[in-house]
């Protein structure tokens, strides 16, 4: 089942078109790899499906773009529900100055996500609050190293240990979609593959998309691939297809390492 269809994407800051032309469909709960030499045109794909691309004043967006068939471009729509559907991991990670707790409850006290929500009694509403902080550092494989400190600046935690810290906050607005950007390209390898293990936990129920420019993280993890080349998109499918069988000339290349 298709969960995003891009039809006629393109996009351009000023007189300069970085995209040109996109047509695609995004499985729904797997991991996509959006791969591609630098100023391809990864990040701003990946921008353009929750809208983070209007945030730049000189940008221009053709063509529409549907989740779950509600097209997301169109007048009207509303885009703090549409974030808040599709959220956004960075490439590197910006805990908010307070305890990894409230880092996590944030969200869900901003959204009114609290199962609490209402409840006149206030040590009710704590215990829930706590139990929704944990299931979210849970799913982002944290709790364990966390538990005995929840009330810590997050800020002292190490970077691995705050990307995945800033994958529970991600969700614990319960998206349906995560796109991310290079989120392991600023960690070490250790902490790189505590992400990536958590990513294949999670596609059972979220789509993932996931940018990255290491051919062998989209091997890893990837099991649909979109390849992108100077804002042309050459070629996507699964990836054990996309990996044995390219059909272009310049996946080829790219995947034998001869363009990059
Ligand atoms: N806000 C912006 N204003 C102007 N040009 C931009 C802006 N953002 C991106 N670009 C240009 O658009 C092109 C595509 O950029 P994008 O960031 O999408 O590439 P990328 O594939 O993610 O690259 P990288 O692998 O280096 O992150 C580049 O030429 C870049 O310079
Ligand atoms: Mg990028």
Known sequence: MSKIEVKSLSVSFGSHQVLRDINLTIPDRQIVAIIGPSGCGKTT??????????????????????????????????????????????????????????????????????????????????????????????????????????????????????????????????PEVILADEPTSALDPISAKLVETQFRILKK????????????????????????YMGDLVEHEPAAQFFSSPRDEKTRAYINGEIS
Request: hydrophobic letters at 45%; zero cysteines.
């Open 45 to 174: 794909l990946l921008k353009s499906l929750n809208r983070l691309l209007d945030l730049n004043e000189d940008v221009s967006v053709a063509g529409d773009i549907f989740v779950d068939g509600e097209n997301i471009y169109a007048p009207g729509m509303d885009v703090t529900v549409l974030r808040k559907k599709v959220g956004f991991l960075p490439q590197r990670p910006y805990p908010l100055p307070m305890s990894i707790f409230q880092n996590v409850a944030f969200g869900p006290r901003i959204h009114g996500l609290d199962a609490s929500r209402g409840a006149s009694d206030e040590k009710a509403e704590k215990k829930d609050m706590s139990a929704l902080v944990e299931h979210y550092l849970r799913l982002a494989g944290l709790w364990e190293e966390v538990k005995d400190r929840l009330h810590a600046p997050a800020a002292k935690l190490s970077i691995g240990q705050q990307q995945r810290l800033a994958l529970a906050r991600v969700l614990s607005i319960e």
């Open 205 to 228: 129920d979220y789509t993932i998309i996931l940018v990255t420019h290491i051919l062998r993280q989209a091997r890893r993890l990837g099991d649909y691939i979109v390849f992108l």
